[in-house]
């Protein structure tokens, strides 16, 4: 393990961390790298972490003060393996599998990611629905996803006594679940022996020559690099077009409320649990709950990183989430106002909601981890496929998220619950 440094040339602080070096306030000399990662989320650090351990010399270059500090700190945290598409199902199960072997990968014993299995309990109480519950699960085994299940009948009572009488069928997976994704995020960092991180260092443009990618600029100067990784999540869009692509990507605000609660009023050992018919979820958190809902109208809006949040979002959430989960009354009955925080961030949204990973196809040098509205869930697998592909591991006709997928009409459909 490397012993690396914190550097504040301008402030006054010089700190030793067991962190891939990240320097705050800095002017480049000639820099090169074998690649530049943009953005510090959870997806760019994993795709640091895994090109740095496929052998290359990396730069990752964020904006803001700290790496997880815009939507992978406004996340629910929650991971799932219940897809429809085979390439999303894939990619989940991967990524599970990593944040369940997480210090072996990333090789510190001594990181905990919080990882916390305790299933994603997608309910309905609409009779019309329940046959789509069951043929998602008929799915879910085709595509690997073994432990998921379908429990409907007196069973769903007696497994999940907190839900109202009148749930009528539910798909469970227990191997579903959250973390922590600033310990995940800067796991993936102290873990990257060949990454060096730059906040406060917004990339401003990107050079090209006539083979491609020839380097990025930012305000403390350019870095040389034949390989650049759009990993900048709201903001890829921005960076693809500096690059000279344009890319169908929107996005929209998401809220979500943490409100403090008396643990005693909590089921014991609660999943993560949605409302399929009126898109909100909850789960357990430190001192409290997480909820929120998906608003299917909120419109789509230019990325931004401060996000204005709705006056009555943790009424409304409360109020769905009451429901199928009726202990909520007792909850709502004692919340006062500095019980609750609402936070937003966005989902990016893609032609058929699902990233795109890989290299662009169109640009030399230019690739791509964006377009997620589940980035969090998908950032081990989907950093190790930029890698793998960026080093021949992996062909990019094997990889369904492959950008020209859009063009070539090789979307795949599917019927995902809760996007
Ligand atoms: C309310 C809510 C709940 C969610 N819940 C879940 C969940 O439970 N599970 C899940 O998997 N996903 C969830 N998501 C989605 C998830 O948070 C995102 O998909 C994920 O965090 C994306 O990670 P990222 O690294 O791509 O983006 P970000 O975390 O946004 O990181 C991108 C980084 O790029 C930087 N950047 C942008 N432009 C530049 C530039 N020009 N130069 C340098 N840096 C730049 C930004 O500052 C930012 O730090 C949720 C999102 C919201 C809003």
Redesign the pocket.
């Known amino acids: 393990m490397l012993i690396l440094n914190i550097v504040t040339y301008f402030g006054f602080t010089r700190q030793e961390v067991i962190v891939g070096k990240i320097c705050l306030g800095h002017n480049f000399g000639n820099i090169t790298a074998d690649a530049v990662v ?7 650090v994993s795709t640091a972490f895994w090109l740095s351990k496929a052998g290359m010399k990396v730069v990752l ?4 003060d700290a790496l997880s ?4 700190a ?6 799932r393996t219940q897809f429809t598409e085979s390439s999303m199902a894939d990619l989940s199960l991967e990524s599970v599998k990593m944040f369940e072997n997480f210090k072996e990968i990333i090789e510190i014993p001594d990181i905990d990611i919080g990882i916390t299995q305790r299933g994603y309990l997608f309910v309905t109480d609409d009779s019309n629905m329940v046959s789509d519950l069951e043929k998602a699960v008929v799915r879910y085994h085709e595509l690997g996803v073994n432990d998921a299940e379908f429990i409907t009948g007196p069973e769903l009572g007696e497994r999940f006594p907190f839900l109202a009488t009148g749930a009528l069928a539910a798909t469970y997976n227990q191997k579903d679940g959250w973390l922590s994704t600033h310990e995940a995020t800067y796991g993936f960092a102290k873990g990257s022996k060949n990454t060096t991180f730059y906040t406060k ?3 401003t443009d990107i050079v090209m020559d006539g083979r491609g990618v020839a380097g990025v600029k930012t305000g403390m100067g350019n870095i040389a690099t034949r390989m650049v990784v759009n ?5 890829a869009g921005g ?1 693809s077009k500096m690059a000279g692509l344009e890319m169908p990507l929107r996005t929209v605000r ?3 409320c943490y409100i403090k609660t008396d643990p005693s009023l909590l089921p014991e050992k609660a999943p993560f649990m949605v409302d399929l018919v009126n898109h909100s979820y909850w789960r357990p958190e430190a001192g409290g709950i997480l909820c ?1 809902w998906v608003d299917p109208d909120e419109p789509e809006t230019e990325p931004r990183e401060e996000l204005p949040t709705d006056w009555d979002f943790a009424a409304e959430s409360i109020h769905r989430v009451s429901r199928l989960n009726p202990f909520f009354e007792t909850i709502a009955d004692k919340i006062v106002a500095s019980d609750i925080d609402v936070s ?4 990016v949204y893609t032609p058929d909601d699902k990233p795109v990973i890989g290299p662009s196809g169109v640009i030399e040098g230019f690739h791509l981890n ?1 377009g ?7 950032s081990p697998g989907a950093g190790k496929r930029v890698a793998d592909i960026a080093t021949g591991k992996m062909a990019n006709e094997d990889n369904p998220l492959r950008y020209s997928r859009f063009a070539e009409g090789a979307v795949e459909k599917g019927a995902t619950f809760l996007k």
């Open positions: 943009i953005g510090g989320g959870i997806v760019g270059l964020e904006m803001r500090s815009l939507t992978t406004a996340s629910v945290e929650c991971f260092t917004p990339v990993c900048a999540g709201p903001f960076i998401r809220q979500k929120a937003a961030g966005m989902y964006c997620y509205w589940c980035g969090v869930m998908m």
